[in-house]
């Protein structure tokens, strides 16, 4: 399990890079005026979300609630109930500003994107730091 909190580290590391990129997007001085470089970049975004998303569901948090540590289970447990809602709202975000919608209300998109962004970064930042940094030490850099 070691290795997939290697993994799952490495995965916060690329959605932030892929997190900033969206938002260089936003607000490079093309946007709104062409959509299509930051609808791309908010897709390649949600592809790896959903990716992690899945992983966490499958392994991380099983293996957690399974833990021998009681309070292990009962962290992985919290963190696993306060989830379901994050993601909830990133994919209700993520269907509802279809292009149509986007290029109705550009400045409603980068603010609600911006928000969302922030939501997953802070709890990313809580992952690393509740669950990664206390099983297994941050590499050396």
């Avoid at 799952?8 to 590391?13: E, G, K, V």
């Avoid at 936003?26 to 470089?37: A, E």
């Avoid at 959903?50 to 948090?61: F, I, P, S, T």
Wanted: a negative charge; one cysteine or more; aromatic letters at 10%.
């Amino acid at each position: 399990m070691l290795d997939r909190f290697a993994r799952f580290r490495q995965q916060h590391r690329e959605l932030q890079k892929l997190a900033a990129d969206l938002v260089r997007e936003l607000y490079d001085g093309t946007f709104p005026d062409d959509i299509m470089p930051t609808l791309r970049a908010r897709a390649r975004f949600c592809g790896q979300l959903r990716v992690h998303a899945a992983m966490e569901d499958e392994a991380l948090y099983p293996w957690l609630r399974g833990h021998p540590d009681a309070e292990l289970r009962d962290i992985g447990q919290r963190l696993a109930d306060e989830l379901g809602p994050i993601y909830q709202t990133f994919f209700a975000y993520d269907e509802s500003w279809t292009p149509d919608e986007v290029r109705r209300d550009p400045a409603a998109f980068a603010l609600a994107t911006s928000e969302v962004l922030q939501m997953l970064h802070e709890r990313m930042v809580h992952e690393n730091r509740t669950i990664y940094d206390r099983v297994v030490p941050r590499p050396p850099r």
